[in-house]
């Protein structure tokens, strides 16, 4: 985890309503051993407070360029230097135009004009401004002057109803770039190793307007895929239809139903592991009407439901099983003894189960509550992010793959 021990890193938080995940984005630093240094701008403040971002760093929050008791040895000068990088995060349209203009009137833009360290800046803004032809040319700008970019992704934004490119990249993908400038040749365990992992819920059509679904955001998925690709593996995600953006890093194939994740899944093979994190919908109907199904004076509709096929234990059984597969068990009842027998009828290594029962807010929220069900036994894991869920999954996997030589 402490792939990043004792690298110093100046981040300096801009003036966007994204600049809230800077506090999620420093403690995910400092768990890996970095000292944050934070440079708040004047419009950060107004979404976020120095008292939050100082207490998550443990350190002082700079913010006034004109500051009598650091300027006294030019205190900007110094942070500039004293640093191995300088991350900007959220970068937003102002501080892009400022560095790549060469005008200094604030502490942040003055650090980062004065930087001999790399800069790397995360994008966070509407995308009408993303896509503007000023901010397009001073990115271009900026990438000839040297400076490296995580983002920005695509999603909805935080006005209502605005969507595009210009979200902020997830704390996480952050932090995978910020490895790759500070520490290229940290250790990769899963370096050479490939991974089918599936996501989100799958959408089987009834009519060209309504499907059968279910509310899997694809967060946990997506989580898991991000951390086996940061711990060096080779990852295609098969997603079903989510509106999170891809992982970095990852060979991201996009499905809609049961049937065409299977397929993917079977295309993706072999491979050395495979976790099965999709809520796959079990029916679909048999026939699916090739206009709108009208209301009519008999009622609603009789749907005849068939089963979808069943790709943990397809896979799971079949002639390209990769050596390690781990499946999802998501309950609302039984939670242990349904996810004990799923892991013997399926043929998996290991069951991950959870309980998403309406009440628990699993399903579309960021945290989780995971048992893990192997044929040693269950580990019950405490609640956690699911990105933490992801890392500690990966961390079981390597130590499973080192024990067994697979």
Known sequence: ???????????????????????????RLRERGAKVTPVMTRGAAEFVTPLSIGALSASKVYSDLFDREDEHDVGHI????????????????HLMARLAGGLVDDLASAVMLAAKAPILMAPAMNPAMWAHAATRRNHEC????????????????????????????????????????????APKPLAGRC????????????????YIANRSSGQQGHAIAQALAEAGGEVVLVSGPVVIPDPQGVRTVKVETARQMLKAVEEALPADGAIFVAAVADWRVATEGASKTKKGADG???LELVENPDILATIGHGEKRPKLVVGFAAETNDLLANAQAKLMRKGADAILANDVSLEGGVMGGPRNTVHLVSESGVEDWPTMAKADVARRLVDWIVARMGASGA
Request: aromatic share 2%; glycine share 10%.
């Open 1 to 27: 985890m402490a792939s990043l021990k004792d690298k110093r890193i100046l981040l300096v938080v801009g003036g966007g309503i994204a600049a809230y995940k800077a506090l999620d984005l420093i403690r």
């Open 78 to 93: 110094r942070l500039a230097r004293d640093h191995e990088l300088i991350l900007v995060a959220p970068a937003t349209a």
């Open 142 to 185: 900026l990438i000839a002057d040297g400076v490296r970019f995580v983002g920005p992704g695509a999603g909805e934004m935080a006005e209502a109803g605005e969507a595009g490119v210009g979200r902020l990249a997830e704390p996480l993908e952050i932090v995978a770039a910020v490895e790759e400038v500070l520490a290229p040749n």
């Open 195 to 210: 991974f089918v992992v599936t996501s989100g819920p799958t959408h089987e059509p009834i009519d060209p307007v309504r």
């Open 300 to 302: 609603p509709p009789r």
